[in-house]
C-alpha cells in the first residue's frame, strides 16, 4: 500500500483499530487501507482505565490473530508504554518481535525527543507511524484525554514535532485530538501522509477504535466519534459507510471537530 502516493493524489486513508481475526476479516473486506493494532486494546479488550498497563507481548499476540484474519492487510502495530522510551535498541528489539508477528509498521507516541529512536528504526528497515498531539502514553503527565494544540505556543511545539519527525524518517504520522485548522496546517506542511483521530478532515486519513465507530463503548460518545452502526444493517453495512464516507471526506463532518 503505497499511502504517499495516496496523499499526493488526494486519496483519503480509510484506518480503523482490530484486535481479532474475525473483525480484521471484516475490515479487510470493507476495504479498510490500514489495520492499527492499538494499545488501545488496554481499554477495549482488557478492560483496564487506560492503555499504560499494556505489554509487547499483548499487542505481538493481537498482531498474530489480525494477520492470521487479514493475511494481506497492513498491520500497524502500536509499541506500549515502556517498550521503546529507554532506548534506540531497546525499541529497535521491540519492534523486531511485533514484525515478526506480523505488522507492516509499528506506531511511536512522542515529539522530537523520539526523533533518534525514529531515525533508528528507519535506517534499519523498520517503517514507523509516528503520533503526536494526544498522547495516551502520557496522560499521567498531561492530566488526562485533553485536546492538545489550542494555545499558540502549544500549536507550535505539535507542528515542530512533527515536522522533526518526519525529518527523522517516520512514514506516517498519527495527529490525535487538536484543532482542526492545525491539523490542515501539518496535513499540508508535511511530505509524509497524516492520519487523524479528532484532528479535522483536512488530514489525509482518518482513524477510529472499532468499538467506537460501531457504539459499543459505554458512557458518553466522543466528540469525534460517529456512530456508523446507526442506521447500517449490520457490522460489514457499517464498516463499508465509515470507509465510504471518509474517502468522500464526509467524515469528520463539522460537529466531529474541535
Known sequence: MNFSKMKSNGEKIAALTAYDATF?????????????????????VQGRSNTLAVCVADVAYHVRCVAAGAPNAFIIADMPFGSFQESPAQAFANAARMLSAGASMVKLEGGEVMAETVRFLSERG???????????????????????GKEEKSAVKV????????????????????????????????????????????????????????????????????????GSESIACALSAYVSAVKSGQFPATEHNF
Open 24 to 44: 480484521a476479516g471484516l475490515l479487510a473486506n470493507a476495504g479498510v487501507d490500514l489495520i492499527l493494532v492499538g494499545n488501545s486494546l488496554g481499554m477495549i
Open 159 to 230: 507542528k515542530s514535532d512533527a515536522i522533526a519527525l518526519q525529518q527523522a524518517g517516520a512514514d506516517i504520522i498519527i495527529l490525535e485530538l487538536i484543532p482542526a485548522t492545525l491539523g490542515k496546517e501539518i496535513s499540508a506542511d508535511l511530505d509524509i501522509p497524516t492520519i487523524g483521530i479528532g484532528s479535522g478532515a483536512n488530514c489525509d486519513g482518518q482513524v477510529l477504535v472499532l468499538h467506537d465507530m460501531l457504539g459499543l463503548t459505554s458512557g458518553k460518545p466522543k466528540r469525534f466519534v460517529r456512530n456508523f452502526m446507526s
Open 126 to 148: 523498520i517503517p514507523v507511524c509516528a503520533h503526536v498531539g494526544l498522547m495516551p502514553q502520557m496522560i499521567k503527565k498531561l492530566g488526562g484525554y485533553k485536546v492538545q
